[in-house]
């Protein structure tokens, strides 16, 4: 039996007919709503709609994976931060800013295993008392995040560090910064860290030496204050170097007299920074380096800027290479004596 007009004379409509009708309609009515707003000829909408359906496919192909990638890496890394779980009770039970200290080093600890690859070799050259870490300080000083949150969660030790007077400026940072017993610099602050027991560490480059030390070079000028610190302690020296510390963030080159002027004349770090790449990053820590009788804090700084430059060179493939850097994740590169 045939189906019996509708009282419009409209032949009845599928589902499917439907679904297209309101997507064409929809497309009509933004069509024209567009062509409104914006004026003659300045948008081809036709030829963007056909874009958008030619590359579809393509976009769907991109966007399922990448999201499908950072669900396994978010699953890494509560599975890596679980693995703490008894340390992160046993710390919250001594007190709520021991807990939240070791919860911020388990981020920082599992952060850098999985996006970098993070190791560290030499951590029994760190003494059980207390001694200096001198560090070539990067773009971002990443690896020292790093460091000290594998040596807490590790040891139980926390590594106290002495920071540029701007960070306490900075807004909200006032209380990171006590938590984490980051002081600022001078003599007598460190000393009284090592009369305690504790591990300092130290970056006598500086702001400076993380925008303008391209190339791994150590930009410390005539800084000794390190050494005689150590001298009047009687604490070693524990060399300190990261492998790609440089390529993961870089500070911009172009126009660096300007920015060396801007810094230079205001103290604060002004300089951009890009990066966040995957390079694969290892710490190495030397063999401490004793005082000497007879030996003054510029020779002892020297002995120790002659140690990590050696680290440089032995671990540090030059010039330094972004793409090198994150095939180190998979590929051993060797490292030549002319590099």
């Known amino acids: 039996m045939s189906q019996r007009p509708s009282s419009s004379g409209l032949r009845p409509v599928g589902g499917a007919t439907l679904d297209l009708l309101a997507e064409a309609a929809a497309h009509c009515v933004l069509s024209v709503t567009v062509r409104r ?8 909408l036709e030829y963007a709609w056909w ?13 399922i994976p990448a999201s499908l990638l950072a669900s396994l890496f978010l699953s890494a ?36 295993r ?75 602050n460190c000393l009284a860290a090592l009369q305690r027991g504790d591990l300092l560490a130290i970056s006598p480059g500086g702001v400076r030496e993380a925008f303008f030390g391209q190339g791994y070079r150590l930009v410390w000028k005539d800084r000794v204050g390190f050494a005689k610190v150590a001298v009047e302690a009687r604490v070693p020296i524990v060399p300190m ?8 963030y870089r500070s911009f080159v172009v126009g660096r007299r300007f920015w ?19 390079v694969k990053m290892r710490t190495y820590l030397g063999r401490p380096i004793h005082h000497e009788e007879g030996t ?28 090198r850097g994150v095939l180190e994740r998979i590929i051993e590169w060797p490292k030549s004596k002319a590099s």
């Open 37 to 44: 707003l914006l004026p003659a000829g300045y948008l081809d």
């Open 77 to 112: 890394f509560f599975v890596e931060c679980y693995r703490h779980w008894h340390g992160l009770r046993a710390a919250y039970e001594q007190s709520i800013w021991d807990g939240a200290r070791y919860t911020v080093c388990v981020c920082w600890k599992v952060h850098g």
């Open 241 to 248: 170097f990261t492998m790609n510390v440089r390529e993961s």
């Open 114 to 188: 999985i996006w970098h690859g993070y190791e560290v070799s030499g951590l029994e050259n760190l003494p059980s008392g207390p001694a200096i870490i001198v560090f070539y300080h990067g773009a971002i000083p990443i690896d020292h995040y790093y460091l000290l949150s594998e040596v807490l969660t590790s040891s139980g030790r926390l590594i106290k560090t002495v920071g540029d007077r701007f960070l306490y400026r900075i807004p909200g940072w006032k209380q990171l910064m006590s938590v984490f017993c980051v002081i600022p610099g001078g003599q007598a």
């Open 260 to 278: 060396t002027w801007l810094y230079e004349r205001t103290r604060l770090p002004l300089v951009p920074i890009y990066g966040g790449f995957p």
């Open 296 to 323: 003054t804090p510029e020779q002892l700084a020297l002995k120790v800027q002659v140690e990590i430059n050696r680290l440089i060179e032995e671990h540090q493939k030059l010039p330094g290479n972004i793409l």
């Open 51 to 63: 874009q958008v359906w030619l590359l579809w496919p393509v976009i769907a192909l991109l966007v």
